[in-house]
């Protein structure tokens, strides 16, 4: 931070977001529920986290270098979260993406100057081919412009940006005097909950760490893929991040479930964001009724609300 508590950087502004206990949606004789707001962050995405992480780690090695076009292939936060990152970097981006995410991500990132190339997907849906899809107009365009390919799915800096995050949490439930007995996340690239888990691990007491994804696309529970609307989370693989012993067990959750919940949370609770995050707060919801009253479950909010406005979320 620079004088006067003025920022250097843009980039000095990822993290530090708040931590808030949930009220009314949490069952009687259940364990606190607290969420992770990283809306707060500059693209309202807990992804500018790993994109600074990555982006500088590879600035480190020499990877990437002033002139060097950096490309990869997103949903929509990261695309938005790299774009961001190379803006105030002066990269030129590539991004891939398609029409199954959703219009204000895509518009973000052409915003802060990425250039967007779209693979069709079938009827808007999130597929596994999708996937293979965008990933092969990635591998044409390293292949042309010699891009720096970030490649989210096996890069491993993106554990450090989301350390900190889990560090953040420790520190605000340490404040308070309590410990964290679960945390839980859907899972996408795994990134964020390797990396947070890992830093949360550090306390004293175990913590209990849940991969979530969609029980319409049940890779990790049952070893099957399939189409869904969850932006954000299962690809259709088992991410390589999320190695043996990186979390404890995994779950599932119903997709139509999470986006009324979404909505309740918004209504009920002020916690304003996408189905992703609704995923994950209620998977700490059942895991707040299964560990009780004392305990502390942990889970994030990875974006805004905002970012849904133009699709059929809150239109309900």
């Given at each position: 931070?620079?004088?006067?508590?003025?920022?250097?950087?843009?980039?000095?502004?990822?993290?530090g977001?708040?931590?808030v206990?949930?009220?009314?949606?949490?069952p009687?004789?259940?364990?606190?529920?607290?969420?992770?707001?990283?809306?707060?962050?500059?693209?309202?995405?807990?992804?500018?986290?790993m994109?600074?992480?990555?982006?500088?780690?590879?600035?480190?090695?020499?990877?990437?270098?002033?002139?060097?076009?950096?490309?990869?292939y997103?949903?929509?936060?990261?695309?938005?979260?790299?774009?961001?990152?190379?803006?105030?970097?002066?990269?030129?981006?590539?991004?891939?993406?398609?029409?199954?995410?959703?219009?204000?991500?895509?518009?973000?990132?052409?915003?802060?100057?990425?250039?967007?190339?779209?693979?069709?997907?079938?009827?808007?849906?999130?597929?596994?081919?999708?996937?293979?899809?965008?990933?092969?107009?990635?591998?044409?365009?390293?292949?042309?412009?010699?891009?720096?390919?970030?490649?989210?799915?096996?890069?491993a800096d993106?554990?450090?940006?989301?350390?900190?995050?889990?560090?953040?949490?420790?520190?605000?439930?340490?404040?308070?005097?309590?410990?964290?007995?679960?945390?839980?996340?859907?899972?996408?690239?795994?990134?964020?909950?390797?990396?947070?888990?890992?830093?949360?691990?550090?306390?004293?007491?175990?913590?209990?760490?849940?991969?979530?994804?969609?029980?319409?696309?049940?890779?990790?529970?049952?070893?099957?893929?399939?189409?869904?609307?969850?932006?954000?989370?299962?690809?259709?693989?088992?991410?390589?991040?999320?190695?043996?012993?990186?979390?404890?067990?995994?779950?599932?959750?119903?997709?139509?479930?999470?986006?009324?919940?979404?909505?309740?949370?918004?209504?009920?609770?002020?916690?304003?964001?996408?189905?992703?995050?609704?995923?994950?707060v209620?998977?700490?919801?059942?895991?707040?009724?299964?560990i009780?009253?004392?305990?502390?479950?942990?889970?994030?909010?990875?974006?805004?609300?905002?970012?849904?406005?133009?699709?059929?979320?809150?239109?309900?």
């Open positions: 931070m620079g004088e006067h508590g003025i920022l250097s950087s843009p980039l000095d502004a990822i993290g977001t708040p931590l206990q949930l009220r009314r949606l949490v009687p004789r259940a364990a606190r529920v607290l969420v992770k707001l990283e809306g707060g962050n500059p693209t309202g995405s807990y992804k500018d986290r994109a600074r992480a990555i982006v500088e780690a590879a600035e480190g090695r020499g990877d990437l270098r002033p002139g060097r076009r950096v490309v990869e997103s949903g929509g936060s990261t695309g938005s979260s790299l774009a961001f990152v190379c803006a105030v970097k002066g990269y030129a981006l590539s991004i891939v993406s398609s029409d199954a995410f959703a219009k204000e991500k895509l518009d973000t990132m052409r915003a802060l100057g990425a250039e967007v190339t779209l693979v069709a997907s079938d009827g808007g849906r999130i597929t596994p081919d999708l996937f293979v899809r965008m990933r092969e107009e990635v591998e044409r365009i390293v292949e042309g412009e010699d891009a720096w390919w970030v490649d989210q799915f096996h890069n993106a554990l450090t940006g989301y350390a900190a995050l889990g560090r953040e949490i420790l520190e605000a439930v340490g404040a308070s005097g309590g410990r964290v007995d679960a945390f839980c996340a859907g899972v996408g690239t795994a990134g964020m909950l390797v990396g947070a888990a890992g830093a949360l691990r550090r306390q004293s007491a175990p913590v209990r760490v849940v991969a979530l994804e969609p029980t319409t696309s049940p890779m990790l529970t049952e070893g099957r893929a399939g189409p869904h609307r969850v932006e954000g989370i299962a690809t259709g693989i088992v991410p390589p991040l999320l190695a043996p012993g990186t979390h404890d067990e995994a779950a599932t959750v119903d997709e139509a479930e999470a986006r009324g919940l979404a909505r309740r949370l918004a209504r009920e609770e002020g916690v304003f964001a996408g189905t992703s995050s609704a995923v994950n209620a998977g700490a919801l059942r895991l707040a009724e299964r009780g009253e004392g305990g502390t479950v942990v889970t994030v909010a990875t974006d805004s609300g905002l970012k849904y406005l133009a699709g059929d979320l809150y239109r309900a």
